[in-house]
């Protein structure tokens, strides 16, 4: 049987990870022959609750669960790692400003790039799920300098799904039909879900649905609020679906999409005007082990102002950083 692969899990003890660790060690991300072992990373004052959700995995007997490991020390969870899934983040608590906000996660993230630059595999891809993700996985690039930062995306991908159904339910086809569906930008309410270029079937979604009020004024507003709809319904955020977002993006961008688009958060080459160093949604093809990002798009000037106000966001949080 081949090595197991290490799969390093931050923010081990809450509520997403409940979900994605058991879906892991099931072969959701490298299938049913491939053993793995799990890293799991939280705070030290964590640490109980971790040993809870490893007695749970034990009691699973998962086949190809090889070993798990628990810990609240970086180094050891990122070392010789071949995926990280970055999950563990500070929550904004009462009164908090948002930079204190982004200065609480940055620090975090500034820890766990240096360690992922000293010990993690040089072909590691690394996935922040934990918000803000995009400037966090910024942060993290910038503290690893001697990483691939082509290996480091953040989280877009459940709001890529979330566009999906809802298109897919509005002109009555299946959501694997659906293909070149965008979004761009800043994991927060200033994303935009762009239909300009998705098709079902071979046909233009925005021509079997003709309802640009729809658009416009249903479907963009609703994916970007979505995730506060769940929290009012639940009274908790998304959690099964944000796992398993995180794994559609990890195991498309390792196995590939075999010539379809999908939207992930990457480092910025400053295609379609977005400043070099973000790392913000974009349209992106996987294909051995590797994304590219799909360029040449012409964008309108609805496309325009969409995608220049999550900019404008993302520069914002990298600025009140700085
Ligand atoms: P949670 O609060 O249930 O769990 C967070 C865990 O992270 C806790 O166990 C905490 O102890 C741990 N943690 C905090 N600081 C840490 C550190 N320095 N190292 C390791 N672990 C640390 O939160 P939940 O619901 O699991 O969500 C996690 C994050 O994912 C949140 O930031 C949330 O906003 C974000 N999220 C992102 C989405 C996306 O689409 N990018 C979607 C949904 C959630």
Redesign the pocket.
């Known amino acids: 049987q081949s090595t197991p692969k290490k799969i390093a899990v ?8 409940y979900s994605l660790l058991f879906r892991l060690a099931n072969g959701d991300l490298y299938g049913k022959s491939q053993p793995i072992e799990l890293r799991l ?3 030290p ?2 640490q109980d ?1 971790v040993r809870g959700v490893v007695m749970e995995l034990e009691d699973c007997a998962f086949p190809l669960l090889h070993n798990i490991v628990m810990t609240d020390d ?1 180094r050891q969870a990122f070392e010789g790692v071949d995926a990280a899934f970055l ?5 904004r608590s009462k009164g908090m400003e948002r930079r204190d906000l982004l200065a609480a996660n940055a620090e ?1 993230f500034k ?2 790039g240096r360690a992922i630059n000293e010990v993690a595999g040089r072909r590691a891809k690394i996935l922040v ?3 803000p ?1 995009n400037t966090n996985a910024s942060i993290l690039i910038a503290n690893a300098p001697d990483f691939n930062p082509r290996q480091v995306s ?6 890529h799904n979330r566009a999906l159904t809802q298109l897919a339910r509005k002109a009555a086809c299946g959501v694997g039909d659906i293909d070149k569906l965008v979004v761009w930008g800043n ?1 927060s309410p200033t994303m935009f879900a762009d239909w300009t270029y998705a098709t079902a079937a071979g046909r233009p979604l925005s021509e079997t649905i003709a309802d640009d009020h729809w658009y416009k004024e249903v479907l963009i507003p609703e994916i970007a609020r979505r ?1 506060t709809a769940i929290i009012e319904a639940r009274g ?4 099964a679906s ?1 796992a398993n ?1 995180a794994i559609d993006q990890m195991r498309d961008w390792m196995h590939g999409t075999d010539g379809r688009w999908t939207s992930m958060a990457v480092i910025s080459q400053g295609q379609y005007g977005i400043p070099e160093g973000l790392v913000c949604g974009v349209p992106v093809m996987c294909e051995d082990d590797d994304y590219s990002v799909v360029e040449g798009l012409d964008l309108d000037g609805f496309q325009k102002s969409k995608l220049d106000k999550t900019i404008e966001e993302l520069v914002g949080e990298r600025d009140a950083l700085s």
Not at 87 to 91: A, K, T
Not at 236 to 239: C, I
């Open positions: 931050t923010g081990a003890a809450g509520q997403i990870c990373l939280d705070l004052q964590a609750a970086p999950v563990g983040s500070r929550p975090i820890v766990q799920v934990g918000n993700a953040s989280m877009i991908r459940l709001d994991h995730g908790a955020s998304s959690a944000a977002a």
